[in-house]
């Protein structure tokens, strides 16, 4: 029996229809099957810009953390430096002609205090060592005036990123027009720590 003829109007939409599904599907299917493979192409593109982190070497003996390469102590006072060792560990410290010794606590931490030092620019080593253990060197350490400075977040920022550098270099030109070298200047920054409840211990 022949379709009736109230119908023959719809074949040409109904034909769209069916040649519109059958693209869809194939479209779907080529979507599905594409998507793991761009997938993997992604990650075998995206792994060689991986960069493996190297952590730089821990010090054979922790120190406190204002006692580092460059460090300068204070002139003219018993100086205070300490570190981290085995509890137990006997620890011999060398500089400018001293040698002080002191045992780790329980804790672990150590203490000696250096005799009162004359100001030196004068670049010197220090070193530490641990009875039948590891040995630092800590280099080229002057001895002079040390400031400590705290506050808000400004007081984070150098002298070479603040308004202060116009006073270092007047101090630098004065210096090098009367045929003088203006005192070496040396940075120390803490890293951000936040205690409420007792006294930060391992800064850094």
């Known amino acids: 029996m022949g379709e009736p003829e109230a119908f023959d109007f719809m074949k040409p939409t109904l034909k769209r229809i069916s040649l519109f599904w059958r693209s869809q599907k194939q479209f779907v299917f080529n979507a599905i099957v594409a998507a793991p493979v761009l997938m993997l192409q992604g990650v ?31 002139r003219q006072m018993e100086v205070p430096v300490w570190g981290w060792s085995e509890p137990g560990t006997e620890v011999t410290l060398e ?12 804790d672990g931490k150590w203490l000696v205090k250096l005799d009162a030092l004359q100001a ?57 027009a009367e045929g003088g070298q203006l005192a070496p200047i040396r940075e120390f920054l803490v890293t951000d720590y936040f205690s409420q409840l007792h006294p930060i211990e391992h800064a850094t």
């Open 44 to 74: 075998a593109v995206a792994a060689p810009s991986k960069k493996a982190t190297v952590e730089p070497p821990a010090p054979a003996i922790e120190m406190g953390a204002p006692f580092a390469d460059h460090a300068i102590l204070q």
């Open 95 to 106: 500089f400018g002609g001293q040698k002080k010794v002191a045992t780790a606590g329980k």
């Open 120 to 176: 030196s620019a004068e670049p010197r080593d220090m070193v530490v060592r641990e009875k039948g253990g590891a040995t630092l060197a800590i280099k080229d350490v002057l001895v002079g005036e040390v400031w400590l400075a705290s506050g808000q977040s400004n007081m984070q920022w150098k002298v070479s990123g603040s308004s202060a550098i116009a006073i270092a270099l007047k101090l630098k030109e004065a210096a090098k």
